[in-house]
């Protein structure tokens, strides 16, 4: 059985950092898994993705350069490590992951594919 744990949000001032910690197990095959994020009233939306098979990545426009995910092999954890966030990162974050069907560039937008979800963790920024 496929599990993910998110952990790490927390509130933050505007331009400081936190990191977003998601333990995986149960996985069987390769997979994509990354972040997602909804903030209030607003619809759910892909932050940023690695594929387990070649490491490829993905990152929407607003958090590239921000932002970075890695996935730490030997302890099934993905990292996101997130810098000079900003009041509109505000949001519940959430870690999921899927078989890989395509790129994480085409999977991760629109969550195309990912069967597994982990409870959310809040990330607030203050500004």
């Known amino acids: 059985e496929v599990q993910l744990q998110a952990s790490g949000g927390g509130l933050v001032q505007a331009g400081g950092s936190l990191r977003l910690s998601c333990a995986a197990s149960?996985?069987?095959?390769?997979?994509?898994i990354g972040w997602f994020r909804q903030a209030p009233g607003e619809g759910r939306e892909g932050v940023s993705c690695?594929?387990?098979?070649?490491?490829?990545?993905y990152y929407r426009d607003s958090v590239e350069g921000r932002f970075a995910i890695s996935s730490d092999n030997a302890k099934n954890t993905v990292y996101l490590q997130m810098n000079d966030l900003k009041p509109e990162d505000t949001a519940v974050y959430y870690c999921?992951?899927?078989?890989?069907?395509?790129?994480?560039?085409?999977?991760?937008?629109?969550?195309?594919?990912?069967?597994?979800w982990g409870k959310g963790t809040l990330v607030t920024v203050s500004s």
């Open positions: 999921a992951a899927g078989p890989i069907l395509f790129s994480p560039s085409q999977q991760c937008p629109i969550d195309n594919g990912m069967d597994y």
């Open positions: 149960g996985f069987t095959f390769d997979y994509v």
């Open positions: 690695i594929s387990s098979s070649d490491g490829a990545t």
